[in-house]
């Protein structure tokens, strides 16, 4: 986004637009979600077999359903610090012959009641695209190919003919594999130096591409931007994996500590400078290979968590299942993701995979308690991005009111992105940042006609306001006026989504 005036205490702004100034198209798996073996994502989450919700298969009807709703493409699975230490064969085969063990990424017992197959199986009933990440701290270079063997093999191997017996619906197999998570950071089990990683994980993806090599390979990045390794282990990491690197992983978990709203709601701007200095790593091991295919990004956890990111939060201390992070948001941190999806909407050039961390119950979009079901304030927000994904990404020329930061100077007041389908529908998504100014903005697409289709807006009087289990529906979406003409216009209140279908003629 240029911001090109500056203009204090100015509250009309407008996103200039234009039908040929594409970024590049907006690959669906940007709407991706994360599933993890922690706290009661899984059990008690998506799989319930004793819970009245629970369908033929034992998952959650509630959950699965609105799941649905926010139409996720690709699905992370099984972690996250969780794979660390889980050996797939565990949770394969006869239930009933599926090992109990001691998980110490979170602290909990791991029944394997759910494995490979059952979230296959669920893949095939949501359209979820599946995105497996390998064992890479306890585990071995064999052992991932052989999962690949497993999942992607046909019946003339043993893997093959295993998963034929145990699965003989299954047609899916797994296109998007990530070499281990977070193996830079120090909690992680098998933690380990970048060079070290870059070898292990060479190996790996040497013996997953000889299984299949139509699949595609993550590098694990560097987990956190404050990390003294930043961008340094994720050349290294990069630049060993060589070709066998189709994408570069990065994690972020934006926060409000300090609980200034008004600095949080510019925070989005963090994840355009991430992308920006991430992207710059992976174009300058190539331009080092002299190759002129170049990794692209994964930005495959992404979310708000702060709340309970601590200690006693992520340690469950023998319990199954344990309440872990089960974070409660309100509506800043809707905007915030929101400004998450919109960052990597403008670098679509680059952002090819993202996905929410996590979906159900663990900093996730939908909390279950007991058979109940609750939609959080960040499901609204996703939700608003629903029927408005496909397309090209535009550039965005900002013009109005600017924020002073002290962290990144000034912020456009009026977060931004577009995406134009095809030559008659326009998608613009805009967060007024400011805590306690009306914005209203102007959207012209390059001297085109625009007609509202339809506008929805998120916004409560309170910043803080979030959906509980005594007031579930505090904040929704609702449906919102436009005025049209030579060009569009629509008010925005203070600290708001608004998400708008157009169009062009
Ligand atoms: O999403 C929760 C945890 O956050 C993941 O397991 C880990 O990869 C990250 O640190």
Redesign the pocket.
């Given at each position: 986004m240029s911001v090109w005036n500056y203009a204090p205490g100015v509250t009309k702004a407008t996103f200039n637009l234009h039908q040929q100034h594409h970024v590049g198209l907006v690959d669906s798996r940007i709407f991706g979600g994360?599933l993890?073996h922690?706290g009661r994502a899984v059990y008690e989450g998506i799989f319930d077999p004793p819970s009245v919700q629970a369908d033929e298969f034992g998952c959650r009807t509630d959950v699965v359903g609105a799941l649905s709703e926010l139409d996720f493409t690709v699905m992370r699975y099984p972690?996250?610090?969780?794979?660390s230490n889980y050996h797939w064969r565990d949770g394969v085969g006869p239930v009933d012959e599926r090992p109990t063990r001691r998980e110490l990424?979170?602290g909990t017992i791991e029944p394997n009641t759910f494995g490979t197959n059952e979230f296959l199986s669920l893949c095939e009933r949501t359209g979820w695209s599946p995105m497996f990440a390998v064992n890479l701290g306890t585990g071995t270079p064999e052992e991932a190919a052989d999962w690949v063997e497993y999942t992607n093999g046909n019946p003339t191997t043993e893997l093959g003919r295993q998963r034929a017996k145990d699965d003989p619906m299954s047609v899916q197999p797994v296109p998007l594999w990530c070499l281990g998570?977070?193996m830079d950071?120090p909690?992680?089990i098998g933690h380990m130096s970048a060079a070290e990683y870059g070898t292990k994980a060479r190996q790996a993806a040497h013996m997953m591409k000889l299984v299949d090599p139509t699949i595609e390979l993550v590098v694990s990045g560097t987990?956190?931007p404050e990390s003294s390794t930043y961008l340094a282990w994720d050349q290294i990491a990069l630049e060993s994996v060589g070709g066998f690197a189709d994408y570069l992983s990065t994690?972020r978990?934006l926060d409000n500590y300090s609980g200034d709203t008004a600095a949080f709601l510019t925070s989005g701007v963090a994840i355009d400078r991430q992308i920006a200095e991430i992207d710059s790593v992976c174009r300058y091991v190539a331009g080092r290979r002299r190759s002129s295919r170049r990794p692209f990004i994964a930005f495959d956890?992404w979310?708000v968590?702060y709340r309970t990111r601590n200690r006693a939060g992520?340690w469950a201390d023998g319990q199954f299942p344990a309440h872990l992070?089960e974070e409660v948001y309100d509506l800043q941190d809707a905007l915030v993701c929101a400004q998450f999806l919109m960052s990597f909407i403008r670098n679509a050039d680059v952002v090819k995979v993202a996905n929410l961390?996590?979906i159900a119950n663990?900093?996730a979009p939908v909390l279950t308690n007991g058979d109940n079901l609750l939609r959080q304030t960040i499901f609204e927000a996703l939700a608003m991005f629903v029927g408005r994904r496909t397309g090209n990404s535009l550039r965005l020329g900002y013009r109005g009111p600017v924020i002073p930061s002290p962290e990144f100077e000034s912020v456009a007041m009026v977060d931004g992105a577009a995406i134009l389908n095809g030559d008659n529908e326009l998608y613009v998504f805009a967060v007024n940042r400011s805590v306690d100014s009306k914005v209203e903005l102007t959207v012209e697409l390059s001297g085109s006609h625009l007609e509202p289709v339809s506008c929805d807006l998120l916004h409560h009087s309170d910043p803080t306001a979030q959906n509980t289990w005594d007031s579930p529906d505090l904040v929704r979406r609702s449906g919102m006026e436009m005025s049209s003409g030579p060009a569009l216009m629509v008010e925005l209140p203070p600290h708001c989504l608004v998400a708008m279908t157009l169009k062009v003629s």
């Amino acid at each position: 986004m240029s911001v090109w005036n500056y203009a204090p205490g100015v509250t009309k702004a407008t996103f200039n637009l234009h039908q040929q100034h594409h970024v590049g198209l907006v690959d669906s798996r940007i709407f991706g979600g994360f599933l993890e073996h922690m706290g009661r994502a899984v059990y008690e989450g998506i799989f319930d077999p004793p819970s009245v919700q629970a369908d033929e298969f034992g998952c959650r009807t509630d959950v699965v359903g609105a799941l649905s709703e926010l139409d996720f493409t690709v699905m992370r699975y099984p972690g996250g610090n969780f794979v660390s230490n889980y050996h797939w064969r565990d949770g394969v085969g006869p239930v009933d012959e599926r090992p109990t063990r001691r998980e110490l990424a979170w602290g909990t017992i791991e029944p394997n009641t759910f494995g490979t197959n059952e979230f296959l199986s669920l893949c095939e009933r949501t359209g979820w695209s599946p995105m497996f990440a390998v064992n890479l701290g306890t585990g071995t270079p064999e052992e991932a190919a052989d999962w690949v063997e497993y999942t992607n093999g046909n019946p003339t191997t043993e893997l093959g003919r295993q998963r034929a017996k145990d699965d003989p619906m299954s047609v899916q197999p797994v296109p998007l594999w990530c070499l281990g998570n977070e193996m830079d950071g120090p909690w992680q089990i098998g933690h380990m130096s970048a060079a070290e990683y870059g070898t292990k994980a060479r190996q790996a993806a040497h013996m997953m591409k000889l299984v299949d090599p139509t699949i595609e390979l993550v590098v694990s990045g560097t987990s956190l931007p404050e990390s003294s390794t930043y961008l340094a282990w994720d050349q290294i990491a990069l630049e060993s994996v060589g070709g066998f690197a189709d994408y570069l992983s990065t994690h972020r978990y934006l926060d409000n500590y300090s609980g200034d709203t008004a600095a949080f709601l510019t925070s989005g701007v963090a994840i355009d400078r991430q992308i920006a200095e991430i992207d710059s790593v992976c174009r300058y091991v190539a331009g080092r290979r002299r190759s002129s295919r170049r990794p692209f990004i994964a930005f495959d956890e992404w979310n708000v968590w702060y709340r309970t990111r601590n200690r006693a939060g992520m340690w469950a201390d023998g319990q199954f299942p344990a309440h872990l992070v089960e974070e409660v948001y309100d509506l800043q941190d809707a905007l915030v993701c929101a400004q998450f999806l919109m960052s990597f909407i403008r670098n679509a050039d680059v952002v090819k995979v993202a996905n929410l961390a996590q979906i159900a119950n663990v900093i996730a979009p939908v909390l279950t308690n007991g058979d109940n079901l609750l939609r959080q304030t960040i499901f609204e927000a996703l939700a608003m991005f629903v029927g408005r994904r496909t397309g090209n990404s535009l550039r965005l020329g900002y013009r109005g009111p600017v924020i002073p930061s002290p962290e990144f100077e000034s912020v456009a007041m009026v977060d931004g992105a577009a995406i134009l389908n095809g030559d008659n529908e326009l998608y613009v998504f805009a967060v007024n940042r400011s805590v306690d100014s009306k914005v209203e903005l102007t959207v012209e697409l390059s001297g085109s006609h625009l007609e509202p289709v339809s506008c929805d807006l998120l916004h409560h009087s309170d910043p803080t306001a979030q959906n509980t289990w005594d007031s579930p529906d505090l904040v929704r979406r609702s449906g919102m006026e436009m005025s049209s003409g030579p060009a569009l216009m629509v008010e925005l209140p203070p600290h708001c989504l608004v998400a708008m279908t157009l169009k062009v003629s």
